[in-house]
Structure formats: C-alpha cells, structure tokens
C-alpha cells in the first residue's frame, strides 16, 4: 500500500509540474507561478520520501513507518495543496494554514527520526 500511495504521489507531481510549467505560464501572475514552482518542488522530494518509506516498509517489516507516512502525506496535501490553491487564484488566506502542513512534514521526518534511533 505505502509504495503505490508513494507512486500517485509521484505521478501527480509530474502532471502538476507540467501543467504549471504549460498551462499555468501565460496566465498566472509572477507570484502564483512561484508558489506553483515551491509546491511542486515539495511535493516531489516528499513524495520520493514516501517512496524510500514504502521500500523500508517492505525491506523491514519491523520498522513502523506508518505514523511518519501519514504525518508527511497529510502534510503534503496541505501544504502543497494550500500553495496550489492559491497559485490557481483561490484567497490568498489559504496561506495561513500552509505552516501547518510544513509542521506536520517535520513532524513526519523527526518522528522517523526518532523510529529509527529506537530501533538502533
């Protein structure tokens, strides 16, 4: 289950960096394409993150990467969602809840952290 969540993840990043790199070019202000760019820069190294969690999952059994998993796919979706909203012209309130997804990507990755210290 975690490698294919990590696989969509993957494959919507490639289609939400081609449709910002394409579709969003000439209609989008400097700032929305920014915050398009950040997102999807995010999204991809988050979500090869979840991949290299999904192979773990699968080389150690052991290892619990549920917590971690869903702490960075949580946050993945609002904190690059939020950024995506925004790029695509919602209010730009939505801003104010992107921290929360930052908070619960680190969240995601010391959790994992301290997995990993645990089981040394």
């Not at 790029?87 to 992107?98: E, N, V």
């Amino acid at each position: 289950m975690w490698l294919g969540i990590a696989a969509v993840n993957l494959a919507l990043a490639v289609m939400l960096g081609a449709f910002g790199a394409h579709g969003l070019k000439h209609m989008a202000s400097v700032q929305q394409l920014e915050w398009w760019h950040t997102a999807t820069q995010y999204f991809f190294w988050h979500a090869l993150g979840l991949l290299v969690l999904g192979v773990l999952a699968k080389a150690v059994p052991a290892f619990m990467v549920k917590i971690p998993f869903f702490l960075l796919q949580l946050g993945l979706i609002i904190f690059c969602g939020s950024l995506y909203l925004m790029a695509l012209g919602l209010p730009r309130w939505l801003g104010a809840i992107t921290p929360v997804g930052g908070v619960l990507m680190i969240a995601g990755w010391l959790t994992l952290a301290w997995l990993a210290f645990k089981q040394q």
